[in-house]
């Protein structure tokens, strides 16, 4: 089979139990979408609340709002509701799957590779005040650890609500029993939309009308030159946690004529190997989002830290030769 | 103006009536019985026509099966690889593979059969549990063919397995990030597809199929099934009809049908278009078909919730210790607190409620919610059926009659899967407890027997026969105690199946005023060898007093 025409349509997929706040994440999604066309798929269209002024049309299993986002209904199953946003005649920027109370979001995340998407990632809300207790319960402990585990993105929600003391408890249990997911501490689930659909460059370069909602920190780099692979995943790995989102095109050394697309969400990153280059084109273009890191680091030593070694990766390229190694 | 009446001599009737419980003449008008006894004890009604079709029959009352899924009306439609013999809507025998070799020379069979080379080849039923220690993989089909797209979708619905000419037509490759395409050693796809996520990247045998389940002929075949093993009301206990109001008119249009054989009992999933969560209007609305939609054939007793998985697929929910092999505790498909938040709406309404629970935590959390509802509003007569309930135990079935709860017991796993319950998935002692019928009758819990047609076949006699000698394939019996009596047994599939649809004063025993509503058999289940009740032949059924012959088994 060819390449698909279009790019595939990134999939966010965002999980938690029931209460933590996946609800409120997806209306601040919605309001705070900027002019990119989101498709949310939910369960219940009533949970989210919706201005009626906003509704543009309602027919059945779809809601369309005027700043161009549409509601689905997942009532007719995932796969169906996957393919009838590709059928819509301007189908989505991005699409948001929000999974029920002890959903495994990660076996929701498998639909994103259904052909035309892409799995951006996968996003958990916990509620810092229960999540532990949650975790324990005899008959939904199990659930709920899954889904920590299976975070990209771990939202942990209603830090308000705890003393200092239970946060570094928390933020060290959630470190022992999810070590693989990324953990950013929110109020009121408000996760700059950065940080959530920060691979989009229409979502970068548009101001969101929330400042509070949208406190966060932006590098950019470019570089005309061939940049060398294996030092920019070395770079990758070693970012700081506060990195919570990034995306690129690279220009390699390695592979100087083949264009390679970097995406990164919470911990977990790749490089896929994309379409030649066209020779004006040819620039190495990376953003990365990072957002205040209230755990161990100040924000400050972060800042400098990423600055740094985006700096080194410009440097780098006098002394790099084409390594052997395969790309991921 | 009068309305004739029938009058159907038998060699013996078997009413399910305690105070009245034999006869040898039924007295028919309006679809209804006037009476059951001998000819004078019936002649009195008035003139009657003496119909002696089933003069050398048994007349048992039409049976009931209370979990079914319209799906099994595909029985046939699309080539079945099964394990065992399977009987489709039209009576022809569609023989079990019993190796993975007579699979293989099965599709060659099919695949010359298809003039068109590149049209995908679906088979249905092929179940790798019966296989140990040899996995079917793309290998196995590319000895087939390589060039015909093969899809075979197994018994459990959650598992597929293709050859490398549909990996290769759909772009699955050992690129694919699909956790469910399973990968071999050497990273590429072994032509496992699991789970819906997984399945839905071969779209071409898949499709079809999805719009077969939902098509008249399925819906045709469904009725079809039920005459042939003597059920006369069969439930689509996952029905769409509230999600999808096409699909409600396709129901009345065929149900009604006076060709349709038998009666349909419809339990929506609380699904609806756009607002799926919003219980109380779904609760409205399946008030509203009860009144308004509702017909002497097709009913809307209520409403279906899935809780858990299954345990042969090891999914469904599980208390310490948890399974016997493989270390996972199965997956709730709820949580407790808004189960009782979904519950509400339907039990304030006075909506009898059906759940999927299969696993014992998934029991639990099933009569939780009943309990917490029920302390709300005090719907004494609800009859909440625990569906599948086949982890159920003493302290469960206790608390389920303290709160006047059902079970229906899925009594086809003993002979199914209950070899594989006893050495994999729950251990002999629990394995010997599965289904416990015996229990559920101690305890005094109305309890029902059930095919989940199409997981097993559809065949009330076959429930029966397992409930009674509990054998496996390998000749274990499993769980000596918990047999039960044919009486019981058939007490089960015909009072308790209506009982725990409120459909109980209607149906489920032949008596004055109850529909005259047959299942026409060779011999009473009652009188044959317990071993040979299964065996049974079925000659069709009566439904609202017109005969519907099966048709005959080749």
């Avoid at chain 1, 308000?160 to 990324?182: E, F, G, K, M």
């Amino acid at each position: 089979m060819s390449e698909p025409a279009q790019p595939p349509i990134p999939v966010t997929v965002i999980g938690g139990y029931l209460g933590a706040g996946k609800t409120t994440l997806v209306n601040h999604l919605l309001r705070n979408a900027n002019g990119l066309r989101i498709a949310v798929l939910v369960n219940d269209f009533g949970a989210l609340q919706i201005d009626a002024d906003l509704i543009e049309a309602a027919d059945g299993d779809t809601i369309s709002l005027a700043n161009g986002c549409i509601c689905c209904s997942l009532a007719g199953g995932l796969v169906e509701a996957m393919l009838g946003i590709l059928d819509r005649p301007q189908p989505p920027e991005w699409v948001v799957i929000e999974t029920s109370g002890v959903s495994d979001p990660v076996a929701a995340a498998q639909y994103a590779h259904l052909p035309g998407f892409r799995l951006d990632g996968v996003i958990v809300v916990a509620d810092a005040e229960t999540v532990r207790r949650r975790s324990i319960d005899r008959h939904v402990g199990r659930h709920v650890l899954q889904q920590l585990r299976g975070a990209d993105l771990l939202l942990l929600n209603k830090t308000d609500l705890i003393t200092t003391d239970q946060r570094n408890d928390l933020r060290q249990w959630l470190a022992d029993i999810a070590p693989d997911s990324r953990v950013v501490e929110t109020v009121g689930a408000r996760l700059p939309v950065a940080a959530l659909l920060g691979g989009s460059h229409v979502a970068f370069d548009r101001q969101s009308h929330d400042e509070h909602f949208d406190a966060h920190r932006t590098w950019s780099f470019s570089d005309a030159h061939a940049i060398d692979g294996g030092r920019f995943r070395a770079t990758v790995a070693a970012l700081p946690a506060s990195i919570v989102r990034g995306k690129g095109v690279l220009h390699l050394v390695e592979q100087p004529e083949v264009a390679h697309v970097f995406q990164l969400v919470g911990a977990r990153w790749s490089i896929v190997r994309g379409s030649p280059w066209v020779p004006a084109d040819r620039v190495t273009r990376l953003v990365l989002i990072g957002l205040p890191d209230h755990s161990d680091h100040s924000d400050h030593s972060d800042v400098e830290a990423v600055d740094r070694m985006l700096q080194e990766l410009h440097v780098d390229r006098e002394r790099s030769d084409p390594l052997d190694e395969e790309l991921v | 103006m009068t309305h004739p009446i029938t009058v159907f001599v038998a060699r013996k009737i078997v009413t399910m009536n305690p105070s009245n419980p034999e006869g040898t003449h039924v007295a028919v008008r309006d679809g209804k019985v006037l009476g059951v006894g001998t000819l004078q004890e019936v002649a009195g009604w008035g003139e009657y026509t003496l119909d002696a079709t089933f003069a050398d029959k048994v007349l048992v009352p039409g049976m009931i099966e209370v979990h079914a899924h319209a799906m099994e009306g595909l029985t046939g439609l699309f080539s079945y690889q099964g394990y065992f013999d399977r009987m489709a809507p039209d009576g022809r025998r569609l023989p079990g593979l019993r190796s993975i070799d007579a699979v293989l020379a099965d599709l060659r069979r099919i695949d010359a059969t298809m003039a068109d080379p590149t049209e995908p080849l679906l088979t249905v039923g092929f179940d790798p549990i019966y296989f140990p220690g040899e996995r079917l993989h793309k290998g196995h089909l590319d000895s087939v063919s390589s060039t015909r797209p093969i899809f075979l979708l197994h018994a459990s619905s959650h598992l597929g397995t293709v050859n490398s000419a549909m990996l290769a037509r759909h772009d699955i490759t050992r690129d694919c990030l699909t956790i469910g395409v399973a990968k071999g050693d050497d990273g590429e796809p072994t032509g496992e597809l699991q789970e819906m996520s997984a399945m839905a990247l071969a779209q071409s045998a898949l499709v079809p199929f999805m719009k077969a389940a939902t098509g008249e002929e399925c819906l045709w075949g469904f009725g079809r099934m039920a005459r042939q093993v003597g059920v006369t009301c069969v439930t689509d206990l996952a029905s769409q009809v509230l999600l999808n109001p096409a699909a409600l008119g396709r129901w009345q249009r065929i149900v009604n049908d006076p060709e349709f054989p038998s009666r349909v009992a419809l339990y929506s999933l609380p699904a609806m278009p756009g607002a799926s969560a919003d219980f109380g209007s779904v609760a409205a609305a399946i008030k509203r078909m009860q009144a308004e939609e509702a017909t002497e054939k097709l009913r809307f007793p209520g409403v279906k919730f899935v809780l858990d998985g299954s345990i042969q697929g090891w999914t469904a929910a599980m208390n310490w210790p948890g399974y016997y092999t493989g270390s996972d505790h199965g997956q709730l498909l709820t949580i407790p607190e808004q189960l009782v938040d979904w519950l509400r709406p339907f039990h304030d309404a006075g909506i009898n409620v059906h759940m999927h629970c299969n696993g014992e935590a998934t029991i639990d959390v099933a009569i939780d919610a009943v309990e917490a509802v029920l302390k709300d509003v005090a719907w004494l007569d609800h009859r909440h059926t625990v569906q599948h309930s086949q982890l159920t135990n003493q302290a469960h079935f206790r608390r389920m009659k303290a709160l006047g709860m059902c079970a229906n017991l899925f009594a086809n796993h003993i002979w199914y899967w209950g070899d594989q319950h006893y050495e994999l998935t729950v251990g002999p002692e629990r394995a010997n407890r599965m289904e416990p019928c015996a229990t559920a009758k101690r305890v005094g819990v109305p309890f029902s027997l059930h095919s989940d047609a199409n997981v097993t076949p559809l065949g009330p006699l076959h429930l029966m026969w397992c409930a009674v000698n509990r054998t496996t394939p390998s000749g274990r019996v499993l769980g000596e105690q918990e047999k039960i009596t044919a009486y019981d047994a058939l007490w089960a599939v015909t009072q308790d199946a209506a009982y725990q649809m409120h459909l109980d004063g209607e149906l489920g025993s032949i008596e004055c005023g109850k529909y005259a509503d047959f299942a026409v058999l060779d011999a009473s289940p009652l009188d044959v060898a317990p071993m040979a009740i299964k065996d049974i032949a079925v000659w069709g059924t009566v439904v609202g007093g017109v005969a519907y012959e099966a048709a005959v088994t080749r």
